[in-house]
């Protein structure tokens, strides 16, 4: 199996967990945002699994930083498009009207601020552009592709294993 198949499979299995989790939140009614949360945490475990899986049985247990992060950078890719698709169909067809209650919200949470209702209004305006179904779904694409970098940076540090040979240093200075 090769690196994009592999990372595919894993990328495949995290969406499939975090888009089940999700739907179990918007239908249960949970709207603590605190719960989301727990979506990168399975987001990072099956990357981390993913890893140690392609790591140990398909590179004799050896990768380097630069390959741990080539390769989490592809599932990152590979996730984020599944997980735009999930959320242009969720947004569009199963909870249209989620975004204007949430929009809603906000207009109220500004209200009590004491926000002129110049200042809410053109606020509503531009978030009503950048809440739409295909808009939502390219800035998910775009801004999950930069959180899951960070992600992956720190993933790859903590997975990577390099050659147990020693390097020439190690190796000059023990002959001395």
């Known amino acids: 199996m090769n690196k994009h198949q592999h990372a595919l ?6 969406a499939i967990a975090v888009i089940g989790y999700s739907l179990a939140i918007y239908l249960a009614g949970i709207t ?3 719960w989301s949360y727990i979506s990168y945490v399975l987001f990072t475990g099956i990357l981390v699994y993913a ?3 392609w790591r140990d049985k398909q590179n ?20 984020s498009l599944v997980m ?37 209004e053109m606020g509503m305006k531009y978030a009503r552009k950048f809440t739409q179904p295909g808009v ?5 694409l775009v801004g999950g592709m930069f959180f899951y970098t960070i992600i992956n940076l720190i993933v790859a540090a903590i997975m990577k294993k390099d050659s147990a040979l020693p390097s020439d240093d190690q190796q000059n200075s023990s002959a001395i």
């Not at 698709?85 to 009590?112: D, H």
């Open 60 to 79: 004799a247990g050896l990768l380097s930083y630069g390959k741990t992060m080539g390769y989490s950078t592809f599932f990152a890719l590979y996730y």
């Open 136 to 140: 939502a779904a390219i800035m998910g």
């Open 84 to 120: 735009v698709i999930w959320t242009y169909v969720f947004f569009s067809y199963i909870a249209p009207g989620f975004m204007e209650s949430q929009m809603l919200k906000q207009e109220a949470l500004m209200e009590a601020k004491g926000m002129p209702p110049e200042q809410i």
């Open 9 to 14: 499979m894993y990328s495949m299995a995290a």
């Open 51 to 53: 890893i140690k899986d």
């Open 32 to 34: 603590n945002t605190a």
